[in-house]
């Protein structure tokens, strides 16, 4: 019998951990060998923008050996991205804000235990150039990485986050970062509420793995060890307000399948306990690092991670993915069809790295190799050729859409509505104030092209705004 989520009932509490090892084994053998009926039963209720159970992402995770029923899935996950999210792509940039770190996660540059690594936490001073670097390229979005160490108190992370806000290059609305995400240790409930007040957008940390015994095998010590800890943190963050949370695995360290189940588990998990499911999922490749132990790695070739991302775009239509520049060029501009919503560009991963102009990466200053080092300017160019609109909207967090009540706007499909729109705008600001004549030209081309699909009212007054961007004005959001 195939429940759907409705039916396959949670009964979860929060901060109470809730990944039973064996409860996925055994959904993934229960469903192992899938119908053809099953699986288009499956991609009808997806389509339908229902989320998926366990059981019925099983059946998915279970048909990828098979031809026919690994194309179902593709052109079921390629149908549903653009009716959900339309062709527009989220833009953001990390900025790595410092580098100590006490644990020792074998895979990763960052690690204690690497000595050759180089060792920085950027100041005010060079965080705010930092920021006035990428406000100078366009940028809006920006998602600050720490690693794990007594100086990244929630305090210390509050005042980062507070500086890049209050840092702006022309006039208010212009040249500003809109919107500050932040990837950092699991914290406390109070150092959760520090952080919270600080007016971050989503909170992103990544299990790595769900499954116990591969996490100890690759966390070695330091904080980070706690697998429960790390497991429940999302539980704090919502204790503590924040209810905009990002889940992730660092897929090579266990089993991939295993692991997308257990995403499934952790979105029920928040589901059932706070009513709101996560707003994006990232799934990171692993990568080569400064110093990497001979690392025993379950590596997911680019054909399964096109299934990966498939099967978790039919499993949850209304949660963001994203993919990253450590994937290369090609297959990067390739998978976006598949179901991804957001993308970093004009990445630099060195601390500092944005304002240092110098060629070229050091692998010791940072925490892992990059596939993708083209520029924010390059990286639009190339979407503009593909069809997709860059967005950089930020217009749910600063109107209030976020968490339970942001659910209910994208599981109603109201995501286009706003999204696609907005898109269109951000993007046309962006080629007025920051790309070169080429870009520009190209990009009201397809901003026109993209007009001829709204319906008379909603393409009157976007024609309005539009006209009021080209004079000038800025952040016109729906
Ligand atoms: N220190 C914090 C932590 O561990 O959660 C946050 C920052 S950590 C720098 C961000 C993420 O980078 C990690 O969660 C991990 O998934 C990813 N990462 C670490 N080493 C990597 C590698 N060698 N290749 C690809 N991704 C890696
Ligand atoms: Fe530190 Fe995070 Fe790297 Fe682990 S992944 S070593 S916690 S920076």
């Not at 019998?1 to 064996?22: G, H």
């Not at 990485?145 to 007594?150: A, D, N």
């Not at 809109?178 to 699991?186: M, Q, T």
């Not at 081309?445 to 009157?460: N, P, T």
């Amino acid at each position: 019998m195939l429940f759907t989520p409705q039916e396959y009932k949670i009964k979860d509490e929060p901060e109470v951990p809730f990944i039973d090892k064996q409860e996925i084994l055994a959904l993934l053998e229960e469903f192992s060998h899938p119908t053809t009926e099953q699986v288009e039963e499956v991609i009808s209720q997806s389509l339908s923008l229902n989320r998926l159970s366990m059981q019925q992402v099983s059946v998915l995770l279970n048909s990828c050996s098979d031809y026919d029923h690994r194309k179902l899935i593709t052109s079921a996950a390629k149908k549903l991205k653009k009716e959900v999210y339309g062709e527009r792509i989220v833009i953001f940039a990390p900025l790595y804000v410092g580098n100590y770190c006490i644990n020792n996660c074998s895979y990763c540059g960052f690690k204690a235990s690497n000595k050759k690594a180089v060792r920085k936490s950027l100041s005010d001073l060079e965080l705010q150039q930092e920021v006035l670097e990428l406000e100078k390229e366009g940028q809006k979005r920006l998602i600050l990485v720490y690693g794990e160490h007594p100086k990244y108190s929630p305090e210390y992370i509050a005042h980062t986050v507070k500086l890049v806000y209050s840092q702006h290059g022309k006039s208010e609305g212009s040249d500003r970062i809109n919107r500050v995400n932040i990837n950092a240790a699991p914290l406390d409930i109070e150092g959760f509420r520090v952080v919270k007040e600080s007016g971050i957008g989503t909170y992103q940390i990544f299990q790595e793995t769900y499954d116990t015994e591969v996490y100890e095998r690759f966390h070695l010590s330091g904080q980070k060890r706690d697998y429960n800890y790390r497991l429940t943190a999302m539980d704090r963050a919502m204790a503590a307000g924040i209810d905009d949370v990002g889940l992730g695995v660092l897929f090579g360290l266990g089993d991939w399948k295993f692991d997308v189940m257990a995403l499934i588990r952790h979105t029920n998990h928040l589901e059932a306990c706070y009513n709101v499911g996560p707003h994006t999922i990232s799934f990171p490749r692993i990568k080569q690092a400064s110093n990497s132990d001979d690392l025993v790695l379950q590596s997911v070739d680019d054909e399964d991670f096109k299934m990966l991302i498939a099967i978790l775009r039919l499993a949850v239509p209304y949660t963001g993915l994203i993919l990253t520049a450590r994937e290369p060029i090609a297959l990067r501009n390739k998978l976006i069809e598949f179901g991804i919503s957001q993308i970093d560009a004009g990445t630099k991963l060195e601390i500092g790295g944005y304002s240092d102009k110098s060629e070229g990466q050091d692998i010791h200053k940072e925490q892992f190799e990059l596939s993708d080092n083209r520029t924010l300017e390059q990286t639009i160019s190339e979407l503009i050729d593909q069809g997709q609109i860059p967005s950089f909207c930020t217009a749910c967090y600063r109107k209030g859409r976020t968490g339970e009540h942001f659910m209910e706007f994208s599981t109603k499909g109201f995501i286009k509505r706003f999204c696609t729109p907005n898109a269109l705008l951000t993007f046309a600001e962006y080629l007025e104030s920051y790309a070169n004549p080429h870009t520009k030209e190209k990009g009201w081309m397809l901003i026109e092209s993209k007009l001829s699909g709204l319906d008379g009212k909603q393409r009157e007054d976007m024609e309005g705004k539009l006209d009021s961007i080209r004079q000038g004005q800025s952040d016109l959001l729906l």
